[in-house]
């Protein structure tokens, strides 16, 4: 079978910021500190030499490793059901020094120092944030042989309440008075927690995620101090209440990666609050924090980074909206490039994309990856 046809985003020696436009694209940084931000399509990154951050969401996407130097930071999102990511080491199984649980995140390894390493973050967290396989020089494994390799054997949850039950045409999933941990299945959900820091992660499809009181009752214990949220494809609607009796600093953390084009997200904090008193600041591809009357906090993760996580308006109960133009203006930062492409790369042609190797076989997780297994630690 002919390889995928994607179109070209060239990098340059230096650092580059490439993002891939709406279709299916070949992001080559090179040499350089590079960020690749995927489209909505099966996308290809080559990040190259140095210390890089690549963000992939829908479609079966492709990574290839770089273990020259440097650091490969990933963030896979995409909670589509049988889509099928790739890892390609371009190395034997006999090269990596160690396979790594550092909290959520897996690390794997090579033998060039410290920042010689992959991290994957929230590999552990939920199926929505796994890479399915790596291969080594065609060997693959799979998601589930990394788990295994740390006895982690994830519970099945409901994706829905039982007997079913909808809000504004949605499928409720409903938690508790303790720490949820709340996904969607397959399908636009009402997901609504109450007590304590809760964990919410959306479909892709059009969501609602309600946190409720990020404060948790004396009782409860959760190793996390805020309520997580993550939503990507999809016009999502996050609801955030604002609660003066809050007694500390109550966190809220919203992380929206869409890279679809038209959508449109919203962040809805209920009670007595305006934009007028809440506190806003942030910089230049960061994250944006809301500081409320009421001892809270939210945090939209990489809100300046790209239009992917931009959350499109910020609603308050006294009809106040911010859009994303309202908001830049309050931290003092220009107008947001748009479209953008890319930073700094060259103009933009077809190539046939490097087709990903044929399966060979499943390698032996103990036996084959004896000195990769070596320095695997729980943290």
Known sequence: MAAPSRLLVQGTPDDDFLVAPFQPSRLVGGAGDDILIDSPGSDSLYPGEGANRLYGGLGNDYYMGQYAGGTQEILDFDPTPGNIDTFDFGESAENIAGIERHGDDLHIRGYGGDEDVAVFHNFFLDPAFRIERFRFNGKVLTDKDMLRAFHFDPASMPHADEPPSYTEGRIRLSGGEKPDHLSAGDQATYISSHWGHDLLIGSRYSDV???????????????????????????????????????????????????????????????????????????????????????????????????????????????????????????????????????????????????????????????????????????
């Open 209 to 379: 995620l309600n946190a409720g009181n990020s404060e948790s009752p004396s009782f409860t214990i959760s190793p996390h101090r805020s309520d997580r949220l993550y939503g990507g494809p999809g016009g999502d609607y996050y609801l955030v209440d604002s609660d003066w009796r809050h007694a500390e600093i109550s966190l809220t953390e919203i992380q929206d990666y869409d890279t679809t084009p038209g959508n449109i997200d919203t962040l809805h904090i209920r009670g007595d609050e305006s934009p007028v008193y809440t506190r806003v600041t942030g910089e230049e591809r960061g994250d944006l924090v809301l500081e409320l009357n009421t001892n809270q906090r939210i945090t939209i993760k990489n809100y300046f980074l790209n239009q992917a996580f931009v959350i499109e308006k910020i609603r308050f109960d006294d009809g106040s909206v911010l859009d994303e133009a309202a908001v830049r203006q309050r931290v003092g930062l220009p107008p947001a490039n748009s479209p953008q492409a890319s930073l700094s790369t060259p103009e933009h042609f077809y190539v046939d994309a490097k087709a990903a190797p044929a399966i060979e076989g499943l390698l032996d997780f103990v036996l084959a990856t004896g000195a990769a297994l070596a320095r695997t630690g729980l943290q």
